[in-house]
């Protein structure tokens, strides 16, 4: 598992949630995950939880121990106060003004850190961001790099996932099913597939996908990861196909994800 893999999987997993709804009083799926519980030892349930979100998008893709150790977090001991999570990298030089895919993105509310969110991507002078707990739901959002509202981003020790020899860091993760990539959450959660992706789409699943292409050599022409399916994405996504003795419909679809992300 290298950083760039480690990154990619995260941010598939991500922007996998976007649309996720909550429910009455604040309920959400994630807290229902014995794991986030642990993290925080109480339960989270019926609480604001933009930094449950991003605790969760950790714990289910690289487990438990070492999503809380790239975090910065002490099982148990942990807290799901933005202003905490921030003073967690800052009190270990990870904490910066300058974003990168992967990085944890602080904002200020009233006077203080009061929100959070994952960065997808950064490009053109803007940062694409998924959040939950904005406006009630898993969002993707978009800020001017230098936005007042934004205090810094938290980077994460990815070197702990790179480090995690002789194992793959998703055994530790939810599983997938043999055909269809899907986070397999406790029972009391809501299974959600990847999306398709094709030709023409754009956004931070297509990002993810072109993360993923990119660390494995495939030229996605002059202008790279910048989430926006074309015909140089198009054209990478088939030779990646051809190769894997996949269909080369030019489509990420349930077997094509799960060839990406083995």
């Known amino acids: 598992m290298t950083i760039e893999q480690a990154k990619s999987k995260l941010l598939a997993w991500v922007s996998a949630q976007v649309g996720a709804r909550e429910g009455a009083n604040n309920y959400n799926k994630y807290a229902e995950d ?7 030892g109480m339960d989270m349930q019926h609480q604001p939880w933009c930094d449950l979100f991003t605790d969760a998008a950790f714990i289910n893709v690289f487990g438990l121990e070492l999503g809380a150790a790239m975090t910065y977090q002490q099982i ?12 967690f ?25 009061n929100h959070q969110g994952i960065v997808m991507r950064v490009a053109g002078g803007s940062v694409v961001t998924v959040e939950g707990n904005s406006s009630d739901q898993v969002a993707e959002r978009v800020y001017q790099i230098g936005d007042s509202s934004i205090a810094g981003y938290g980077r994460p020790d990815w ?17 997938e099913t043999p055909d269809s990539p899907t986070i397999d959450p ?7 597939k990847l999306p398709v992706l094709h030709n023409g789409m754009g956004g931070s699943a297509v990002a993810a996908m072109q993360g993923i292409l990119h660390y494995r050599k495939y030229s996605l022409g002059p202008y790279g990861v910048d989430g926006e399916f074309g015909t140089a994405t ?25 060839h990406l992300l083995s």
């Open 34 to 40: 014995p794991r986030l519980t642990q993290l925080y």
């Open 76 to 87: 148990g001991s942990g807290s799901a106060a933005c202003r905490t999570s921030a003073q």
């Open 89 to 113: 990298f800052r009190d270990h030089g990870a904490f910066s003004q300058y974003p990168e895919p992967g990085d944890i993105i602080f904002f200020f509310a009233s006077g203080a850190i």
């Open 159 to 175: 070197r702990l996932a790179a480090g995690a020899e002789g194992k793959d860091v998703a055994e530790n993760a939810t599983t």
């Open 186 to 192: 406790p029972p009391e959660m809501i299974d959600v």
């Open 234 to 258: 198009l054209a990478a996504l088939r030779n990646f196909q051809i190769r894997n003795e996949l269909d080369p419909d030019g489509m990420c679809g349930p077997e094509t994800w799960k």
